[in-house]
T-cell receptor, first 114, second 116 residues
Framework: AQSVTQLGSHVSVSEGALVLLRCNYSSSVPPYLFWYVQYPNQGLQLLLKYTTGATLVKGINGFEAEFKKSETSFHLTKPSAHMSDAAEYFCAVTHSGGYQKVTFGIGTKLQVIP | DVKVTQSSRYLVKRTGEKVFLECVQDMDHENMFWYRQDPGLGLRLIYFSYDVKMKEKGDIPEGYSVSREKKERFSLILESASTNQTSMYLC???????????????FGEGSRLTVL
């Protein structure tokens, strides 16, 4: 069984401030972890992913996330928020076996204040 | 550019109508998925298919059925639409296990269905 918990359904930051979106996961096997972004009235697109190897992964638009097995976390960060970062962000988990069922968190809406 | 295309971006239907949502991918992916997205609930898996004519129930299959007659096409069917099926529906695809597999899903732009 696998699950994802995103802490904070809404997060507000000032333009130029640090963005931190939290994600904790549960998985009985080694996980593959993802962050997706969704802009209004669009589908989801991949920001970054962790499968194996380096635990700090970099994605598009200056985002990065660190896989911490001991904390079962995969938090998303960006040093300096930009207005264009306003969107909804989803953390997701799957693994390498079976039919690759992907489980998503409930999403975090990021508001960037000028 | 790889693509997942959902045939209708916006639909308005009446209670009891039969609704078809179509999804086509051009990446030769084996797996295809239908998710439903609602505020505060995230994405919930309705059905998925790992091969032509194969289907598996997801977390919320009640009131829905699917069809996969060709590898590139996966249809979601609402036999008798109800108001509680008003939602955003997202189609996704992914390659199966093997060299191409990374777990990443490729999404369409979504179909927003309103049932009156």
């Amino acid at each position: 069984a696998q699950s994802v918990t995103q802490l904070g359904s809404h997060v507000s930051v000032s333009e130029g401030a640090l963005v931190l979106l939290r994600c904790n996961y549960s998985s009985s096997v080694p996980p593959y972890l993802f962050w997706y972004v969704q802009y209004p009235n669009q589908g989801l697109q991949l920001l970054l992913k962790y499968t194996t190897g380096a635990t700090l992964v970099k994605g598009i638009n200056g985002f990065e996330a660190e896989f911490k097995k001991s904390e079962t976390s995969f938090h998303l960060t960006k040093p300096s928020a930009h207005m264009s970062d306003a969107a909804e962000y989803f953390c997701a988990v799957t693994h390498s076996g079976g039919y690759q069922k992907v489980t998503f968190g409930i999403g975090t809406k990021l508001q960037v204040i000028p | 550019d790889v693509k997942v295309t959902q045939s209708s971006r916006y639909l308005v239907k009446r209670t009891g109508e039969k609704v078809f949502l179509e999804c086509v991918q051009d990446m030769d992916h084996e797996n295809m998925f239908w998710y439903r997205q609602d505020p505060g609930l995230g994405l919930r898996l309705i059905y998925f298919s790992y091969d032509v004519k194969m289907k598996e129930k997801g977390d919320i299959p009640e009131g829905y059925s699917v069809s996969r007659e060709k590898k590139e096409r996966f249809s979601l069917i609402l036999e008798s639409a109800s108001t509680n099926q008003t939602s955003m529906y997202l189609c996704a695809s992914s390659p199966s296990q093997g060299a191409r597999y990374t777990g990443e899903l490729f999404f369409g732009e979504g179909s927003r269905l309103t049932v009156l």
